[in-house]
């Protein structure tokens, strides 16, 4: 059994540490932390409709469902990214969060909360794994639309219902240093196990 990691698994331990220098030498509080957070819901989104664009490109009847699919997708995973963001926004935003959750509401939020370059990491991130797995290693070619479809929302709403449930406790707590690294390590540990996981599902099939 192959136990190396991915060279994607260290692109996504090192976008993910960027919070632990935010919080230890920026000042981030929980809003920033968990904004970030909300921020990669949409990278995870934009990654997945490029993966669903080049899925399968030789097969013309994948294309027919490209044009359904796709469109669904952004309506549906949007309208779930937009709730999530409001739900950010209430719980965490306080006066960071008073530009209302639209794009110049999101790029004011992400201005003053400080975390322009950690969400810049998490796109060099998932634009890593998304050109060295998914195109040069053939996942394109093992996997559906279907599965393509449903995948972000496996690895999202696991995370982020853990992310926001502690993030609430860390505030209540006052968020303390130590709680705020506790809450980036969850993050880093639960995003890794899914990675990992999703690497060894679209792995190719060992030769005979």
Known sequence: MNTRWPLSAFALIAANAVPVV???????TVFSVILLYW???VVVGAFNILRMLTAEPRDAGVWVGKGCLIPFFCVHYGFFTFV?????????????GHGGLNPAGLITAVRRAGIWYGVLFLVLSHAFSFVHNYLMSG???????????SQP?????????????????VQLAGA???ALLLLVALKTAIDLRAHLAERAKLAPAPAA
Do not use: S
């Open 39 to 41: 921020c990669e819901n």
């Open 176 to 178: 303390p240093l130590p």
């Open 84 to 96: 999530h963001g409001e739900l950010v926004l209430d719980l965490f935003g306080g006066n960071l």
């Open 139 to 149: 996942e394109y070619r093992r996997i559906g639309l279907n599965q393509l479809m």
């Open 153 to 169: 929302y496996a690895r999202v709403i696991v995370l982020h219902v853990t992310i926001l449930v502690g993030g609430f406790l």
């Open 22 to 28: 935010g919080v230890l030498f920026y000042h981030w």
